[in-house]
C-alpha cells in the first residue's frame, strides 16, 4: 500500500521540489502493513502537536526501517517548528540528511536554523556551512523549470529561488562573522548584493566587515558602505532611528578620516544612486591633505612652511626633548610674521610675533639692546639668526635672542622736532 504525501504549504513545496522529482523517479515506496498506515493516518489528523510528536516517536520505534522514515522525519522537524523547539527541529533535520545527504529540505532546515539558533560551536558551523553551500549549489536544479508546478507562475519560481539564495547566503555571512572570519563576511555579503543590491541592511553590513579588518587602504570603501546604509531609503532599508545612528556614525569616521566634512555632500549623493562605489572612487585622507598643504605653502610661502615644520616638532609628543637636543642654541633662519604686543611699549627689549596666524604669539624676541621706537600690533617684520634660547610648552612659545640689527621692517623712530630760529628782540 503507497501513500500520497503533499506538502501543505507552497514554501515548504518549492524547498521539497527537487525530493518530489526524485520520488517520481524511484520505486515505489509501500507501507508493512495495515497498522503501519493506521499510524500515518492517525499523525496526519492529530491537532494536537505534543500527541503528534509521541505518534510519530511510536511509528519510529514499530517501523525504524519504514520506506517513509525520512518524510517522517520531515513531518516531525514541522512539528517540532509549531512547537517552538529549535533544537529539536535541527536535530531532526540533521538525522534526514545522515539518511539522504542532499535532501532539500533538510539542507533548507539546518541551512535557517543553523542562523536562527545563533549556536557558535566549530562544530555547528561546520555543518550549517557545509548545508549552506550544499543547498546554494542545489538550487537551479531544484529550480528548473521543468520542476515548475503548474499552478506556480514562472516569475514566482524566479523570485522565490532567490529568497531562498539570499537567506541561504545570510547564513553564510553569520557563520563568517562567528568565526571572526570578516575577509569571508566580506565576500559572502559582497555575493548577496550582487543578486539584490538595493539593501540598507547589507550595505551596512558590509561596511562593518570592512571596518573590522582595520586595512587602511580599504577604509574608503568602508566609509561608501555606511553611507549608503544611512542614506538608502528604498526597499530593505534600514529603519529610520538606526539610519539616524549610522549617518551620525559616518559624519565621525568620515571627518576622522578626511579632516573635515568637506565632500561629505557629494559622497552621500554619490552612495545613493549606487551599491558600489566606482572604480576611481576615493576619499583624501587628513594626512594626504596635510601633505598637499605643506608642499602648496613651501612654494608659495617657504618662510611660513619653515617655522610650521618647526612648530610641528616643537607641539609634538617629544617636543621638550627636540628643543633641548636640536634647537637649543641654534640660529634661526630668516622669518616672517607680525607684530602682536611689545615691552616695554615705547623701546621694547621683548617682541611678541606671531607667524602662522594674525594675533597668536608663537615667538618671543628678546634684545640686549632696545629698539628705538615702537611699532604698531600688526606691522609686519622679517629677523634672521635668532638665536634659540628657551622654550614654553603651554601655550607653546619660542624665545629668540637677537640683534635690533637682525630685524628688518621695524618702523625708524621718528626725527626729532627742528629746533625754531630765535627772533630778534624788539627796540624799546
Not at 197 to 209: D, K, R, T, V
Amino acid at each position: 500500500m503507497a501513500l500520497k504525501l503533499f506538502p501543505k504549504t507552497l514554501a515548504v513545496m518549492m524547498v521539497c521540489a527537487a525530493q518530489v522529482g526524485l520520488w517520481a523517479q524511484a520505486p515505489e515506496k509501500k507501507v508493512k502493513d495495515q497498522a503501519e498506515y493506521d499510524l500515518f493516518t492517525a499523525v496526519q489528523k492529530e491537532a494536537d502537536l505534543n500527541k503528534k510528536v509521541q505518534l510519530l516517536e511510536t511509528w519510529k520505534q514499530k517501523y525504524p526501517d519504514s520506506d517513509y522514515k525520512v518524510d517522517r522525519l520531515q513531518i516531525l522537524v514541522q512539528t517540532y517548528q509549531g512547537l517552538g523547539q529549535g533544537e529539536k527541529m535541527y536535530g531532526a533535520a540533521k538525522e534526514i540528511l545522515s539518511l539522504e545527504p542532499n535532501n532539500t529540505f533538510g539542507l533548507y532546515m539546518v541551512t535557517l536554523l543553523t542562523e536562527s539558533l545563533k549556536n557558535t560551536a566549530a562544530d555547528r558551523l561546520d555543518f550549517g556551512e557545509k548545508a549552506t553551500r550544499t543547498f546554494i549549489a542545489s538550487l537551479d536544479d531544484t529550480f528548473s523549470a521543468a520542476k515548475r508546478p503548474p499552478n506556480v507562475a514562472e516569475q514566482v519560481w524566479k523570485t522565490e529561488r532567490t529568497k531562498l539564495e539570499i537567506a541561504a547566503r545570510k547564513t553564510l555571512v553569520f557563520i563568517a562573522k562567528a568565526r571572526k572570519d570578516n575577509v569571508a563576511a566580506e565576500k559572502e555579503v559582497m555575493d548577496i548584493l550582487q543578486i539584490t543590491p538595493n539593501s540598507g541592511f547589507m550595505s551596512y553590513e558590509l561596511g562593518a566587515a570592512i571596518v573590522a579588518q582595520r586595512k587602511p587602504e580599504k577604509q574608503m570603501a568602508a566609509i561608501f558602505h555606511f553611507a549608503r546604509a544611512a542614506h538608502y531609503t528604498g526597499e530593505d532599508a534600514l529603519p529610520e532611528a538606526t539610519r539616524k545612528q549610522v549617518e551620525a556614525y559616518l559624519e565621525k569616521v568620515y571627518v576622522t578620516f578626511h579632516g573635515s566634512k568637506e565632500g561629505l555632500d557629494g559622497l552621500v549623493e554619490l552612495a545613493r544612486k549606487s551599491t558600489f562605489p566606482p572604480q576611481d572612487f576615493r576619499i583624501k585622507s587628513a594626512q594626504e591633505i596635510i601633505i598637499e598643504d605643506e608642499n602648496r605653502l613651501k612654494a608659495e610661502n617657504p618662510q611660513l612652511a619653515l617655522w610650521i615644520g618647526v612648530k610641528k616638532e616643537l607641539i609634538g609628543p617629544n617636543g621638550t626633548a627636540y628643543f633641548e637636543g636640536t634647537l637649543k642654541g641654534a640660529a634661526l633662519p630668516k622669518l616672517k610674521g607680525k607684530v602682536v604686543s611689545q615691552t616695554p611699549a615705547a623701546k621694547p627689549k621683548e617682541i611678541l610675533v606671531a607667524l602662522s596666524t594674525a594675533d597668536t604669539p608663537e615667538i618671543k624676541l628678546r634684545l640686549e639692546t632696545p629698539m628705538a621706537s615702537k611699532a604698531e600690533p600688526g606691522t609686519e617684520i622679517e629677523f634672521e639668526g635668532g638665536i634659540a634660547a628657551e622654550f614654553v610648552a603651554e601655550p607653546p612659545l619660542l624665545t629668540l635672542d637677537i640683534e635690533k640689527t637682525q630685524i628688518t621692517g621695524w618702523p625708524a623712530a621718528p626725527r626729532p622736532a627742528a629746533a625754531k630760529p630765535a627772533g630778534k628782540r624788539k627796540k624799546k
